[in-house]
């Protein structure tokens, strides 16, 4: 039996007689396929299969889709390229992660968000900024962290049918992706260099409009915006004549986001190596321009670095080594649906109430505090926007929220085949790392236009957040042949997960003085600590069952312990069924109408282990003028 495979066209199979000592020569004729079922993939299967032998669904995508996309970041990678993965964005700044869904939610209380593999080594897929209260800023993730550039492929499984072998963690689906390795040959240098602006359109936010009730107020709106302001006839503001202000626009600019990026690969008979590494920065378009204060600014920066080497000490014997490190940055302003945040306050602004009455106070500007040489503002501080609570947006403006990261993932992975093509032993063990310290500052007498009064004389929030996720998979692989024309393809193994959590948090407020920036300079200060542990641990095994190379049926389980269910619980089984027929390879297929018709079944169980404490019920301290109290904090 002779099998040709092509890029494109759908697989063909012939039977032919080769006498002893002669050559004998077979024609195909090979049909167009838009749909590749001879693509080998490994992600859920325990080994690598190909497509068509599935009963699942996976999704592959692949470099060619993203080489001339303007990608930056994993969630750009996702996004739109497969049915059933959503990637759902955020506040839309500088660096703010997605959150990504596969089917829908899979959970209302517990994580949705997928099980991520990078080269087989489970990665903090999370995001935010720890225990600090960010109000609304952009999220980074975690999984945003990985080089773009250097991702070969990913694929992805949906469902629980297809994630049965990853157990009590995977029934929101499972996303592995992998990393560019070096091929033998000659060093290979690639470098890209993107640039990009960005700019927010005006017609999004229309002007903030209002009129003056009486003369006075005209005056004194007249003074203050001049210019700065539109009338619906043209002249001066004038008692109930609608007037605009372009409040919003003026707190955006122009935005930059450069990256760099360069790579070598190459290597020899024994060693292949690859070595990238990327710097990428993003400066939202909503960012310090001379009304906004230093804390109001999106922005995030990146710097990347990666390595893989693989060697072949021995026949039948491969050893493969990668590590990434990322070191992050992430600055945003108060956003979303935040009503202390800039945007909301001056969406919620009513110009008819600006004012510059502590101007006049401390004796700068006109007549009534206005800056005359920049029409809508005050000469000092003031409520020029006009809003009615909270704070004005430049004050807002004065907090601080910020992150910096360090995340490295590390992974060994062994190949051992003691019979070539028929036992195959694979293992491999990493660790992933993650470091970050989130900050919320508000500066001592940051009430710089003297209209806010929450924590005026300072507030200091931290958040140390230490992550690892530790992997250990050993898989074994058996092939034989049951007669002539039945296969059988034997994966068992086991696979194990160790997550520590590490969280302090502290805050200070009500600092003496200006200048200071540590929460222990507060005459006020809190602190927590927690540490979370949590271990998993799967024993697997799976059948496969091939005849003629166009019918598969697969049986499987998985035994699977995990410590969030208690150290008294007996594990739990998740097993699974699934078939596949490609008529299409069927001896004889000639159809002109299908080029690929395959029909194929899966069921399957998998699970979503909840928090390690989730299942207590807790109360949290709650004072009050009437004396402390007591409310509900988790509800079990």
Request: hydrophobic share 35%; net charge negative; aromatic share 10%.
């Amino acid at each position: 039996q002779v099998r040709v495979r092509a890029p494109g066209y759908s697989a063909a199979l012939a039977t032919t007689m080769v006498p002893a000592g002669q050559a004998v020569t077979v024609d195909f004729a090979l049909n167009e396929s838009v749909i590749s079922l001879d693509e080998v993939v490994v992600t859920g299967a325990g080994t690598s299969v190909e497509k068509k032998q599935l009963g699942n669904t996976i999704a592959t995508v692949k470099a060619d889709a993203l080489k001339d996309a303007p990608v930056s970041d994993v969630s750009e990678a996702l996004a739109a390229r497969e049915a059933g993965v959503d990637v759902l964005p955020t506040g839309g700044l500088a660096g703010e992660g997605a959150r990504i869904r596969i089917r829908g939610n899979a959970s209302l209380s517990q994580s949705n968000q997928p099980v991520v593999y990078v080269d087989g080594v489970r990665v903090n897929n999370g995001g935010g900024f720890g225990d600090v209260s960010a109000g609304g800023a952009g999220d980074a993730s975690r999984l945003d962290d990985i080089n773009p550039e250097q991702i070969d492929h990913i694929e992805i499984l949906k469902g629980a049918a297809a994630a049965t072998l990853y157990g009590s963690e995977a029934s929101a689906g499972v996303i592995q992706i992998f990393t560019k390795k070096g091929t033998q040959g000659r060093p290979n240098f690639s470098f890209r260099v993107d640039q990009g602006l960005s700019k927010f359109p005006n017609s999004r936010m229309q002007p903030q409009a209002g009129f003056a009730r009486d003369q006075a107020q005209a005056d004194r709106l007249q003074a203050i915006f001049g210019s700065f302001a539109t009338t619906q006839d043209g002249g001066p503001i004038t008692p109930y004549n609608v007037f605009s202000v372009p409040s919003v626009t003026e707190y955006y600019s122009t935005g930059y986001s450069p990256s760099y990026s360069g790579d070598v690969s190459g290597g020899g008979t024994d060693a292949t190596y690859n070595v990238a590494a990327r710097y990428a920065s993003d400066l939202s378009p909503f960012h310090p321009t001379t009304v906004l204060g230093p804390g109001a600014e999106g922005y995030d920066r990146k710097v990347q670095t990666s390595a893989n080497v693989t060697m072949f000490p021995r026949e039948r014997l491969s050893i493969a080594s990668g590590m990434m490190y990322t070191d992050t940055r992430h600055i945003a302003p108060a956003n979303a649906n935040n009503i202390y945040g800039v945007q909301s306050l001056l969406l919620n602004s009513k110009p008819e109430h600006a004012n510059c009455q502590a101007s006049m106070d401390a004796g700068l500007g006109g007549t009534y505090g206005q800056d005359a040489s920049n029409p809508g503002h005050c000469a000092g501080p003031g409520n020029e926007w006009g809003d009615v609570a909270f704070g004005t947006p430049r004050e807002a403006g004065q907090e601080a929220i910020q992150q910096a990261g360090e995340h490295f993932n590390g992974n060994v992975h062994a190949t051992y085949e003691p019979l070539v093509q028929v036992l195959k032993f694979d293992a491999t063990f990493g660790m992933d790392i993650t470091d970050e310290l989130n900050t919320d500052y508000r500066p001592f007498g940051y009430n710089v236009d003297q209209v806010t009064t929450h924590y005026i004389l300072g507030y200091k929030a931290y958040s140390d957040v230490n992550n690892r996720e530790i992997t250990a998979d050993i898989k074994g692989n058996w092939n034989a042949k049951l007669g002539s024309k039945v296969t059988s393809q034997l994966v068992f193994g086991t696979q194990g997960n160790i997550q520590k959590r590490h969280t302090r948090y502290g805050r200070g407020f009500d600092f003496p003085g200006p200048g200071l920036q540590v929460a222990g300079a507060g005459a006020s200060q809190s602190v927590d600590e927690n540490y979370r542990d949590i271990v998993n641990i799967g024993i697997l095994g799976q059948e496969q069952l091939g005849f003629n190379d166009w019918a598969f049926f697969t049986v499987g389980t998985r035994w699977d312990r995990n410590s969030a269910f208690g150290e008294n619980t007996s594990g739990a089984i998740y097993p699974k069924f699934s078939g596949s027929i490609v008529f299409s390879d069927m001896p004889g297929w000639s159809s002109t109408l299908l080029s690929t018709f395959r029909v194929r079944g899966a069921w399957g169980k998998s699970g979503l282990q909840p928090g390690a404490f989730d299942k207590f019920t807790t109360f949290s301290p709650d004072p009050s003028q009437l004396g402390p109290g007591f409310g509900p904090e988790n509800l079990g």
